[in-house]
């Protein structure tokens, strides 16, 4: 756009007139940095045509996001001084292990937001997200026997493609089944559960995350993998 | 950073939990001292794998177990060395 800066056109992939999910870390990454890494993105679009070879493309891509999510200093609202940490008491393969993750992956037919923003599509949450980091954290109980075609996604937060082309990139459903089916585990809880992960984190944390860990002990389980997105 | 707050209730419930987290938001994760993670080099929004990349997943989902089952102290994590790849043929 004209009179645009470099700056303001990286930072429009995030949330702004260019979003574009995938890439909304160039908003976070130092403006030197994302002048190197569109170059290199190009040049390297150059060798790709010729060689069919993405493993540059998604090194060098890796290594963006790394630096452009490690930014010098910390979080202090997130910094804990205590480690809260359970032993294993049996086993893994006698116990019944869950799953969650922070996908927003939903069953289709069913509430997909919370009401005050379940008219939001996809696209549209990404244009309201500041009422996302606000809102009362949801969670969605998907019945692991679910077939990928009944499940939906909805999370603002981040790039939902590779998750609505197979669920286990984020939540690996499957996998889990088949550790179970290994005995590897014990057993797969029989509902997994999918929250959207961009919401209010302190009242996940001083209300939803302590409830959701008496349900699942109440659905017996004894051990947990989480998968953030 | 949602989960780390799982996490954290969790483990503070008595129910013990491992991570499955790209590893290019360690440094938001670290400070939350989680109690197992398992850190993939893989991309944004695609923690486990590219779609269909099962072999991947597998190998993934076996290093958190297996930690899930060895680790004897808090914050014990590991950064998996393999790069994101779409799934082979």
Do not use: C
């Amino acid at each position: 756009m004209p009179g645009e800066t470099f700056k303001e056109y990286v930072d429009s992939f995030s949330y702004g007139s260019r979003t574009d999910l995938f890439f909304k870390w160039l908003k976070g990454a130092a403006e030197a940095d994302a002048e190197d890494y569109i170059q290199s993105l190009l040049q390297e679009l150059g060798e790709v045509s010729d060689t069919g070879d993405l493993s540059k493309f998604f090194e060098m891509t890796y290594e963006a996001q790394l630096a452009a999510n490690s930014p010098p200093g910390e979080d202090p609202r997130w910094k804990y001084e205590d480690a809260p940490f359970t032993p294993l008491s049996k086993p893994l393969s006698e116990m019944r292990v869950g799953l969650i993750t922070s996908s927003g992956h939903y069953v289709e037919g069913e509430p997909h937001a919370p009401p005050e923003l379940s008219d939001y599509t996809q696209e549209e949450g990404t244009k309201h997200i500041g009422e996302y980091g606000r809102a009362k954290p949801f969670l969605s109980a998907v019945p692991i026997d679910l077939p990928q075609e009944k499940l939906g996604v909805h999370q603002p937060g981040y790039d939902i493609r590779a998750a609505q082309k197979d669920r286990n990139t984020v939540m690996p459903i499957d996998r889990m089944k088949e550790m179970a089916d290994q005995g590897v585990i014990g057993e797969f809880a029989s509902m997994a559960y999918s929250f959207i992960g961009l919401t209010s984190q302190m009242r996940l944390t001083r209300e939803d995350a302590p409830q959701w860990a008496e349900r699942v002990k109440d659905e017996g389980w004894e051990a947990a993998v989480l998968v953030p997105v | 950073m949602s989960v780390g707050h799982i996490s954290r209730a969790f483990e503070t419930a008595g129910t013990p939990t491992v991570i499955i987290q790209s590893n290019v938001y360690r440094g938001r994760v670290v400070v939350m001292k989680p109690a197992r993670v398992v850190y993939t080099k893989h991309l944004m929004g695609r923690p486990m794998s590219a779609p269909f990349d099962t072999e991947r997943q597998t190998h993934v989902l076996r290093e958190a177990l297996k930690m899930l089952e060895t680790a004897t102290e808090p914050e014990t994590s590991v950064i998996l060395p393999d790069a994101y790849r779409i799934a082979p043929k």
